[in-house]
């Protein structure tokens, strides 16, 4: 959201950076906690609603960018781009959908604290905090017999988990290796499959084949929702 308020193209790269690695512990750190702190029987939907938000943002991204001024013939015309640059230069457009995430982010830091601000139960007693495991696990379940249930699960899991912790050396020798392989090689195919250069460059693509670009582009992003 800080995007917002950049005017140098430097900033905008180091800010571009800072949003790439808070996206990288979205992607994990999000899942996790929902797979942690919510009620077994709801923690599947609760994950799958999480990735469908995730491709609705996909989706309304480039919708909102619709507002912003298009030059289709800027990268291969100096002229144009200069004529276009002068025409819109003090177009604000780009900083509306830039700035729309704060009120998502204000949004969800409101929700977070308000309604869930209870911490993992499993990190707890990972931790040793079983008190405080079972205060949180009470912000979930309102039987005490389900409570007791799933903080003795939780206890027993993490003592069997401690006795037979795998070392780093398991993952590339021992009986997780292939389990630590599939995984590395299905993230690799994904990133050099080029998929991701696809959607970014899709507006572009479209337009070179003689496609509305932008029109294109908003109904792939429709059928991936």
Same mark, same amino acid.
């Given at each position: 959201?800080?995007? #917002? @308020?950049?005017?140098?193209?430097?900033?905008?790269?180091?800010?571009?950076?800072?949003?790439?690695?808070? &996206?990288?512990? @979205?992607?994990?750190?999000?899942?996790?906690?929902?797979?942690?702190?919510?009620?077994?029987? %709801?923690?599947? &939907?609760?994950?799958?609603?999480?990735?469908?938000?995730?491709?609705?943002?996909?989706?309304?991204? *480039?919708?909102?960018?619709?507002?912003? *001024?298009?030059?289709?013939?800027?990268?291969?015309?100096?002229?144009?781009?200069?004529?276009?640059?002068?025409?819109?230069?003090?177009? /604000?457009? %780009?900083?509306?959908?830039?700035?729309? $995430?704060?009120?998502?982010?204000?949004?969800?830091?409101?929700?977070?604290?308000? @309604? +869930?601000?209870?911490?993992? $139960?499993?990190?707890?007693?990972?931790?040793?905090?079983?008190?405080?495991?079972?205060?949180?696990?009470? =912000?979930? +379940?309102?039987?005490?017999? /389900?409570?007791? =249930?799933?903080?003795?699960?939780?206890?027993?899991?993490?003592?069997?988990?401690?006795?037979?912790?795998?070392? !780093?050396?398991?993952?590339?020798?021992?009986?997780? /290796?292939?389990?630590? %392989?599939?995984?590395? %090689?299905?993230?690799?195919?994904?990133?050099? =499959?080029?998929?991701?250069?696809?959607?970014? !460059?899709?507006? /572009?693509? +479209?337009?070179? &084949?003689?496609?509305?670009?932008?029109?294109?582009?908003?109904?792939?992003?429709?059928?991936? #929702?």
């Amino acid at each position: 959201s800080c995007l #917002f @308020f950049i005017k140098s193209t430097a900033a905008m790269m180091i800010a571009r950076a800072v949003l790439g690695m808070g &996206a990288g512990f @979205f992607c994990y750190m999000v899942p996790l906690f929902i797979l942690e702190s919510s009620p077994v029987e %709801w923690s599947g &939907a609760m994950g799958s609603i999480n990735q469908l938000m995730v491709c609705f943002g996909v989706l309304i991204g *480039p919708i909102m960018g619709t507002i912003v *001024p298009q030059c289709e013939d800027c990268d291969d015309d100096d002229v144009a781009y200069e004529k276009f640059k002068a025409e819109h230069k003090d177009d /604000k457009a %780009w900083m509306i959908v830039l700035g729309f $995430p704060i009120a998502i982010v204000t949004l969800q830091c409101l929700c977070f604290l308000l @309604f +869930y601000r209870h911490e993992s $139960p499993t990190w707890l007693v990972g931790k040793n905090r079983v008190e405080e495991a079972r205060k949180a696990l009470t =912000s979930l +379940y309102n039987s005490e017999e /389900k409570i007791q =249930s799933e903080l003795d699960g939780l206890t027993s899991s993490q003592n069997s988990s401690e006795e037979n912790e795998p070392g !780093y050396s398991e993952l590339c020798c021992g009986k997780m /290796k292939q389990a630590f %392989w599939v995984g590395v %090689w299905v993230s690799a195919f994904q990133q050099l =499959s080029g998929v991701n250069a696809l959607i970014g !460059y899709s507006t /572009k693509i +479209y337009s070179n &084949a003689g496609l509305d670009g932008v029109l294109y582009t908003n109904i792939q992003n429709a059928i991936n #929702f």
